[in-house]
């Protein structure tokens, strides 16, 4: 026990003298997560880890001066393209619940949506409204991404390569961290790192199995908020924004629901875990080296999708019914699941060299 108590508080000194010596450079280290909900990004400030977010949405609308005029008196984010304002972040869902309209997003799945035209234009637009370029050139900045879902591992490379390169034109030195290794980096410090990250998004949902901070399993599924939107909205008659904005007002999965949109959140959600416990468990039957550890393993979940009041408890139940190949310790919320993979990229910043 001595032991691990001085690993771990090497491990938050080698933290501190890497700020230390980042300041003195007049470098800051930032961590963001590009989601396909939302983006998060993070930074280290005085008093402790800052984080902001953006919706990851936009929503196009006719160009008046007008329009234009108005939006800019109430600080609305938008651009310019051609005949249309386009309104993107926070202020999107408004508009959309508004028009009774469906917002549209940069990403789809996890991924960049590469027949979306206006992705890249919203998506940096979005990006630039939470992070600055860099002050000094070659600041570190880690952000996230998705384990490759099957059959879309070309679409991953674009999707990285493409925020690598735009994070490089802003003057930073950018690096990649898998989503559920964030997880694990956020909230396993005091585990040495080691156990099971899950990231349950907007767009899908990833998971990562780590020794000591270095990953042996990474999985996704190709499900997550968004897939539970849309299949509630098309059997309740609902807009799949309309369907998010209830969701977000307050679902409680631990207890009976009360009409047919809340009956309809709790089988899709249900449907989600069941298929994201079955996921982990094929991922770790499938493993050729399973790495071997002396002790349980905790598995924290993170993510916007995880936030119902009920979700961890419907995830305990899913995992009962199946054999896991390694005994579980306990399951627990990040103890805060919109900003765990961000600031879980920042931490992987500050080591970075």
């Given at each position: 026990m001595e032991e691990r108590k001085d690993h771990l508080w090497k491990v938050a000194q080698e933290v501190e003298d890497r700020l230390d010596e980042m300041e003195k450079a007049g470098a800051a280290p930032a961590g963001i997560d590009v989601g396909t909900s939302k983006v998060v990004?993070?930074?280290?400030?005085?008093?402790g880890i800052e984080t902001a977010s953006q919706l990851?949405?936009?929503?196009?609308?006719?160009?008046?001066?007008?329009?234009?005029?108005?939006?800019?008196?109430?600080?609305?984010?938008?651009?310019?393209?051609?005949?249309?304002?386009?309104?993107?972040?926070?202020?999107?869902?408004?508009?959309?619940?508004?028009f009774n309209a469906e917002v549209s997003r940069p990403m789809s799945d996890g991924l960049i949506n590469p027949r979306e035209k206006m992705a890249l234009p919203v998506l940096e637009a979005i990006i630039g409204s939470l992070l600055p370029k860099a002050k000094t050139q070659g600041e570190i900045l880690a952000f996230s991404v998705p384990a490759a879902p099957a059959g879309k591992e070309a679409e991953l490379t674009y999707h990285e390569a493409t925020l690598r390169r735009h994070f490089e034109a802003m003057g930073y030195k950018a690096v990649a961290i898998n989503e559920g290794l964030a997880v694990v980096f956020s909230e396993l410090e005091d585990n040495n790192f080691t156990g099971i990250g899950l990231s349950c998004g907007g767009g899908m949902c990833n998971g990562t199995l780590a020794f000591l901070s270095i990953p042996s399993i990474m999985f996704?599924?190709?499900?997550?908020?968004?897939?539970?939107?849309?299949?509630?909205?098309?059997?309740?008659?609902?807009?799949?924004?309309?369907?998010?904005?209830?969701?977000?007002?307050?679902?409680?999965?631990?207890?009976?629901?009360?009409?047919?949109?809340?009956?309809?959140?709790?089988?899709?959600?249900?449907?989600?875990?069941?298929?994201?416990?079955?996921?982990?468990?094929?991922?770790?039957?499938?493993?050729?080296?399973?790495?071997?550890?002396?002790?349980?393993?905790?598995?924290?979940?993170?993510?916007?999708?995880?936030?119902?009041?009920?979700?961890?408890?419907?995830?305990?139940?899913?995992?009962?019914?199946?054999?896991?190949?390694?005994?579980?310790?306990?399951?627990?919320?990040?103890?805060?699941?919109?900003?765990?993979?961000?600031?879980?990229?920042?931490?992987?910043?500050?080591?970075?060299?």
């Open positions: 990004a993070a930074r280290k400030r005085a008093k990851n949405a936009f929503i196009p609308i006719p160009y008046s001066r007008f329009t234009e005029t108005i939006l800019g008196q109430n600080d609305i984010s938008y651009f310019r393209e051609g005949d249309e304002l386009v309104v993107f972040a926070t202020a999107t869902e408004k508009f959309a619940n508004m996704s599924i190709a499900k997550g908020g968004d897939y539970i939107d849309h299949a509630v909205g098309s059997v309740v008659g609902e807009s799949a924004t309309r369907v998010k904005v209830i969701k977000e007002e307050g679902i409680d999965l631990s207890r009976s629901p009360k009409d047919k949109v809340e009956k309809a959140l709790h089988i899709y959600y249900e449907d989600l875990v069941e298929s994201l416990v079955e996921a982990l468990r094929r991922a770790m039957s499938r493993a050729e080296k399973m790495p071997k550890s002396d002790r349980p393993l905790p598995i924290v979940i993170a993510g916007g999708s995880a936030k119902p009041r009920g979700f961890k408890e419907l995830f305990e139940r899913a995992l009962k019914g199946r054999g896991l190949p390694i005994e579980i310790s306990g399951v627990r919320l990040a103890g805060d699941p919109l900003t765990a993979t961000a600031r879980g990229a920042l931490i992987a910043a500050m080591y970075e060299k």
